[in-house]
């Protein structure tokens, strides 16, 4: 029986009257065509370009950024000063990049003074209230402060001790990973060690014991298909997590240069775990020759937000900002 297939736009019938050797021809050439119609494997995503979606202003001497997520419709970061004596919170809309500098509704001012470095944040709903969750990097009660927001204006309704193995800790990093009707359940960061912690939804106070979850390699993580040969010296700062696809987000800073490095399945993660090599971001910034440094970042509708300290020189405080890259979709 004669079979057949395609070759360019002819098409060739092979019986048994038909040479053996244009057989073994048309049959290497079938194969060959077959191959090259085979899907090239995905190269690596590598993201180098970003967009200013807004200038973070200065207020009550903050000047340095510090800790960041995104909601639907703000993302909000957290600035400042060089004591840790003031912090102030800034809201900015994602679809104009109008930023209002927001209220302490305790007192009428527009800076707090128990966030410390307030080094990292993150939002959650609970109960028809929005809530943000600041990481101070110090130990004892106010190692993590929770706030409850509305509008423009915020409140402190809350502050916890974190501890792990019985002693008190502080935190760099914190993300919202999930929730369920009684808690929610966040990732903590310290270098390059990650825990769990679980938070009553309606608690305010107390103490949340931490467990570990899983530490990251960083020395052997490719950025646009190479290591980065100084990585040691990169300092990490907050940290970013994708809920649709359990990624998270973690960039480090050297000078001029911010990379963001991804690693996945975290909330089965357990060990020490890599980056996917075939993701990674950098920003090389010859603007902001003196520092280009991403302190935390967020994904939302897809996009990956970052907050950013950006200097012409060592005195330049006015170009700090919440930015996303260019082109990615999470």
């Given at each position: 029986?004669?079979f057949?297939?395609?070759?360019?736009?002819?098409?060739?019938?092979?019986?048994?009257s038909?040479?053996i050797a244009?057989?073994?021809?048309?049959?290497?050439?079938?194969?060959?065509?077959?191959?090259?119609?085979l899907p090239?494997a995905?190269?690596?995503?590598?993201?180098?370009?970003?967009?200013?979606?807004a200038t973070?202003?200065?207020?009550?001497?903050?000047?340095a950024?510090?800790?960041?997520?995104?909601?639907?419709?703000y993302?909000?970061?957290?600035?400042?000063?060089?004591?840790n004596?003031?912090a102030?919170l800034?809201r900015?809309?994602?679809?104009?990049?109008s930023?209002?500098?927001?209220?302490n509704?305790?007192?009428?001012t527009?800076y707090?003074?128990?966030?410390?470095?307030?080094?990292?944040l993150?939002?959650?709903?609970?109960?028809g209230?929005?809530?943000?969750?600041?990481?101070t990097?110090?130990?004892?009660?106010?190692?993590?402060?929770?706030?409850?927001?509305s509008g423009?204006?915020?409140y402190?309704?809350?502050?916890?001790?974190?501890?792990?193995?019985?002693?008190?800790?502080?935190?760099?990093?914190?993300?919202?990973?999930?929730?369920?009707?009684?808690?929610?359940?966040?990732?903590?960061?310290?270098?390059?060690?990650?825990?769990?912690?679980?938070v009553?939804k309606?608690?305010?106070?107390?103490?949340?014991n931490?467990?570990?979850?899983?530490?990251?390699n960083?020395?052997?993580?490719l950025?646009n298909g190479?290591?980065?040969?100084?990585?040691t010296?990169?300092?990490?700062?907050?940290?970013g997590?994708?809920?649709?696809?359990?990624?998270?987000?973690?960039?480090?800073?050297?000078?001029?240069?911010?990379?963001?490095l991804?690693?996945?399945?975290?909330?089965t993660?357990?060990?020490?775990?890599?980056?996917?090599?075939?993701?990674?971001?950098?920003?090389?910034?010859s603007?902001?020759?003196d520092?280009?440094?991403?302190?935390s970042?967020a994904v939302?509708?897809?996009k990956?937000?970052f907050?950013c300290?950006?200097?012409?020189d060592?005195?330049?405080?006015?170009?700090?900002a919440v930015?996303?890259f260019?082109?990615?979709?999470?």
């Amino acid at each position: 029986m004669p079979f057949f297939f395609r070759a360019c736009t002819r098409t060739f019938v092979v019986s048994s009257s038909t040479p053996i050797a244009m057989t073994r021809t048309l049959s290497s050439l079938a194969t060959l065509l077959s191959f090259l119609a085979l899907p090239l494997a995905a190269s690596a995503a590598y993201y180098n370009t970003y967009t200013t979606l807004a200038t973070l202003p200065n207020a009550n001497n903050c000047y340095a950024t510090q800790g960041f997520d995104t909601g639907s419709t703000y993302a909000y970061s957290a600035k400042v000063s060089s004591d840790n004596a003031r912090a102030i919170l800034l809201r900015t809309s994602k679809s104009d990049g109008s930023t209002t500098l927001m209220t302490n509704g305790d007192n009428g001012t527009t800076y707090c003074t128990y966030l410390d470095h307030a080094n990292d944040l993150t939002l959650s709903s609970i109960d028809g209230g929005t809530y943000m969750f600041v990481t101070t990097m110090t130990q004892g009660s106010l190692s993590l402060v929770k706030l409850q927001y509305s509008g423009a204006t915020y409140y402190k309704v809350g502050n916890f001790t974190l501890s792990y193995n019985g002693n008190n800790v502080s935190m760099s990093g914190i993300k919202k990973i999930m929730a369920d009707t009684a808690n929610d359940y966040f990732l903590f960061k310290s270098g390059l060690n990650y825990y769990w912690g679980t938070v009553p939804k309606n608690s305010n106070s107390g103490t949340i014991n931490l467990t570990f979850g899983f530490t990251i390699n960083i020395v052997d993580a490719l950025v646009n298909g190479s290591k980065v040969s100084n990585i040691t010296s990169y300092t990490g700062q907050g940290i970013g997590y994708s809920f649709a696809n359990d990624r998270l987000f973690v960039p480090l800073t050297y000078q001029n240069v911010s990379i963001v490095l991804v690693y996945e399945n975290i909330t089965t993660a357990s060990g020490t775990i890599t980056s996917n090599p075939n993701l990674s971001f950098r920003i090389t910034s010859s603007t902001y020759s003196d520092l280009f440094e991403i302190e935390s970042c967020a994904v939302e509708d897809g996009k990956l937000y970052f907050n950013c300290n950006r200097r012409t020189d060592p005195n330049d405080t006015a170009h700090d900002a919440v930015c996303y890259f260019n082109g990615y979709v999470d």
